[in-house]
Antibody, heavy 119, light 112 residues
């Protein structure tokens, strides 16, 4: 079964750091571009970061310089290092796979992990 | 980049058809055929329903269809069923890098 399972969410103070993990199974992880997408409670989806199969990384302006996406193909794992966290970063963070043969749409999603930034 | 514009809500009775719009600009929706639609039930992860404007992944009922005209994409759900009640999000490639993606604000579809 193709599956993504996130972990590492929790409560962190403003200015703090947190590292999210995503374990992939059921597909050749190294062959796919991977992403983090977040969703604040009651709000829409926001693309947070991407990493290509060659390790190239991309971020929107809202997190650039604070978040770092990485991958460890030998462990079928994706990571998101989040630093200088703000209240506005509070959200469910989803790990997602994109598929080139589906126009880079996000075809597999994890169940999400909650990150709360609060004092 | 700005989010794509979707109506906050839509509704229809069982068996009817409903269309949800997604308006962007020539820099995203209008500039590329990389529009996707996602369905999200409460407390669940999003699910891909449409990619590349009008293509359906295997397993998605053919009641779901997508189209695009200019800077506006649309998702049509025909033969509405109770299980179609969910939030729907559009997304588009926005071109500033290999993975620049912008989402719509979401539309709550209610089956009356």
């Amino acid at each position: 079964e193709v599956q993504l399972v996130e972990s590492g969410g929790g409560l962190v103070q403003p200015g703090g750091s947190l590292r999210l993990s995503c374990a992939a199974s059921g597909f050749t992880f190294s062959s796919y571009d991977m992403h983090w997408v977040r969703q604040a409670t009651g709000k829409g989806l926001e693309w947070v970061s991407a990493i290509g199969t060659a390790g190239d990384t991309y971020y929107p302006g809202s997190v650039k310089g604070r978040f770092t996406i990485s991958r460890e193909n030998a462990k079928n794992s994706l990571y998101l290092q989040m630093n200088s966290l703000r209240a506005g970063d509070t959200a469910v963070y989803y790990c997602a796979r994109s598929s080139a043969d589906r126009g880079n749409a996000f075809d597999i999603w994890g169940q999400g992990t909650m990150v709360t930034v609060s004092s | 980049q700005s989010a794509l514009t979707q109506p906050p809500s839509a509704s229809g009775s069982p068996g009817q058809s409903v269309t949800i719009s997604c308006t962007g600009t020539s820099s995203d929706v209008g500039g590329y055929n990389y529009v996707s639609w996602y369905q999200q039930h409460p407390g669940k992860a999003p699910k891909l329903m449409i990619y590349e404007v009008s293509k359906r992944p295997s397993g998605v009922p053919d009641r779901f269809s997508g189209s695009k005209s200019g800077n506006t994409a649309s998702l049509t759900v025909s033969g509405l069923q109770a299980e179609d009640e969910a939030d729907y999000y559009c997304s588009s490639y926005a071109g500033s890098n290999n993975f620049d993606v912008v989402f719509g604000g979401g539309t709550k579809l209610t089956v009356l």
